[in-house]
């Protein structure tokens, strides 16, 4: 996607152009139409979107804050890669939730989210219980809110 300036700015903007030569019976172009659509804004919002969500990464890996999605009914989550770290599992931005149930120590499975406690909306808004991290079994400690 090219930009070019605005003459009244002399800054740059971001445009898409999509275009078509037509051609002579020789092969030699004759004439060129196509339409050109001014995405400079849109690429802005993209641009603060991406320094945003740095930010937050940063944010969640300083203060060792996890981040995840359960969905009501479904066997995967939305997990953040800060999230991954502190569960030990390979980063990804989804994972089973088998794979995160199986880190949790028997003792504390009481204090997990169930499906049917999703579905019906009544899981506890906070619970604090152990887990062994899947890639080196070490103890942690988890608070989840």
């Not at 804004?41 to 300083?62: F, G, P, T, V, Y």
Request: with cysteine; aromatic share 6%; hydrophobic share 35%.
């Amino acid at each position: 996607m090219p930009s070019i300036p605005p003459p009244e700015s002399g800054g740059w903007r971001w445009i898409d152009c999509t275009g078509k030569a037509e051609m002579d019976e020789n092969g030699a172009p004759v004439s060129l139409s196509g339409i050109m659509v001014d995405i400079d804004a849109r690429r802005r919002i993209e641009r603060a979107l991406d320094e945003s969500h740095q930010h937050l990464r940063l944010a969640q890996k300083a203060g060792g804050i996890g981040v995840f999605v359960i969905p009501a009914q479904g066997e995967v989550m939305q997990v953040s890669e800060e999230f991954c770290r502190i569960f030990g599992l390979p980063s990804a931005s989804q994972v089973a939730i088998d794979a995160v149930k199986a880190c949790v120590l028997p003792e504390d499975r009481h204090a997990r989210s169930t499906r049917a406690d999703r579905a019906e909306g009544i899981t506890p808004p906070e619970t604090e219980y152990r887990i062994r991290r899947a890639d080196d079994g070490e103890l942690r400690w988890i608070y989840r809110r």
